[in-house]
């Protein structure tokens, strides 16, 4: 299975982003979605997560109210929407697919390299 993200970059904080992240390989609707950050220096962080279904959602604290995450199935895609972005949100964000919906990062069996999300102040 191979994950391929896309849609980084540099926005100032208040605006927004979408993420996409491309799935191949294997049936991407039996798949549990992730999307993980990592700051430097601090440790990979759940961001959200979506059933294979779509049907339920999960997000950090952090973050709930601003992104939202959604999946085409159609699409082997599943994105992340972040709205009113700020400073802490500048991270390295990596979708995952696992067969387990869940916040923990051993839930996820497959992981994509990441994309830069820098946001300024």
């Known amino acids: 299975v191979q994950l391929v993200e896309s849609g980084g970059g540099l926005v100032q904080a208040g605006g927004s982003l979408r993420l996409s992240c491309a799935v191949a390989?294997?049936?991407?609707?039996?798949?549990?979605m992730g999307w993980f950050r990592q700051a430097p220096g601090k440790e990979r962080e759940f961001v959200a997560a979506?059933?294979?279904?779509?049907?339920?959602?999960l997000y950090a604290d952090s973050v709930k109210a601003r992104f939202t995450i959604s999946r085409d199935n159609d699409k082997n895609t599943v994105y992340l929407q972040m709205n009113s972005l700020e400073p802490e949100d500048t991270a390295i964000y990596s979708c995952?697919?696992?067969?387990?919906?869940?916040?923990?990062?051993?839930?996820?069996?497959?992981w994509g390299q990441g994309t830069q999300v820098t946001v300024s102040s």
């Open positions: 995952a697919a696992g067969t387990l919906y869940g916040s923990r990062k051993d839930d996820y069996d497959y």
């Open positions: 390989g294997r049936t991407f609707s039996y798949y549990a």
């Open positions: 979506i059933s294979w279904n779509g049907i339920y959602t």
